[in-house]
DNA sequence: TTTATATAAGACCATTACATCCTATTTAAA
DNA sequence: TTTAAATAGGATGTAATGGTCTTATATAAA
């Protein structure tokens, strides 16, 4: 469903979001580290992020990656996935025509469309503030705990 | 959403359901041409699909692809999705950890849920014939018309 | 039984996604 | 102003997906 770039990005900017609650930067080392994931891929990934301003980089000793607190609350999954990702998830053609819309559909176009509507709302409506709260009261889990 | 192996396979089985009801064969040659993909890697993926027994193939002169009538409503997309893309778009964890379930979720286990359910829910209830018909009565289309 | 016309299938090539490595550049503190 | 610790980013390597080519095999009909 997602890339791989994109997985990693979700949850760094998870783990990221948490620590900078407590005002903590971090590396791409524990970030990786943190969300089991290939440390240098994980790094290009967060330079993407900065670019896209869902993060930010402060270079340099004692830097690392954060967000500011008031911003954690209003960064919506959509934001994450379209920075990586782009948004072919939910407004490409599910078989790939160039065109395809109500007036020139293509076979599951109208099956599609619900399924793609939800998707986009859920991506919309999630924000990264819900998603650290889950993972500091250990709702959810960043990767299979191996103690 | 789908692999490309996977789109051209609905494309394909769409144009051959059609055929099949006037009770006519079509090449790997026809078929690639109606749904715009390329020629011999259709045919890898029809072949895929008769191993698969969703369509049939019948080699020698006046051979081709073939769906038995009859099977033809009964052939849900689910099954070509399944034959070739596996069901990770469906069960798969949405940020790809190995184990993710109710009693260990990944941070967007619970709002997927219901996306995922709602896509399986129209692979399983959406099947060849549907689709079949509304391409007959120009409903929707294979490909872009160049005319 | 030969021929023309089909699909089957393995080997190969191309492109993209995934991942690593190495060398800048930046900056706080000694 | 030097050093250590951090991100930035280009070059490169690897694996999976997408796509081609060539040869084998099957079969209806002449």
Same sequence: chains 1, 2.
């Avoid at 954060?66 to 998830?89: C, F, H, R």
């Amino acid at each position: 469903m997602f890339s791989k770039a994109c997985e990693y990005g979700i949850k760094a900017s998870i783990f990221i979001a948490i620590n900078s609650y407590e005002n903590r930067r971090v590396s791409p080392k524990e970030i990786s580290k943190e969300i089991d994931s290939p440390q240098a891929f994980t790094a290009k990934i967060l330079q993407d992020l900065v670019r896209h301003q869902i993060i930010k980089s402060v270079q340099g000793a004692h830097g690392g990656f954060e967000i500011e607190k008031d911003a954690i609350s209003t960064i919506k999954l959509s934001q994450i996935v379209e920075a990586i990702d782009g948004d072919s998830i939910y407004s490409g053609c599910g078989l790939g025509l160039h065109v395809c819309d109500d007036e020139h559909p293509c076979p599951v176009h109208d099956k599609f469309k619900f399924v793609r509507s939800e998707l986009k709302h859920m991506l919309e409506n999630t924000n990264l503030e819900q998603l650290a709260l889950d993972i500091k009261s250990g709702t959810s889990f960043l990767k299979i705990d191996k103690d």
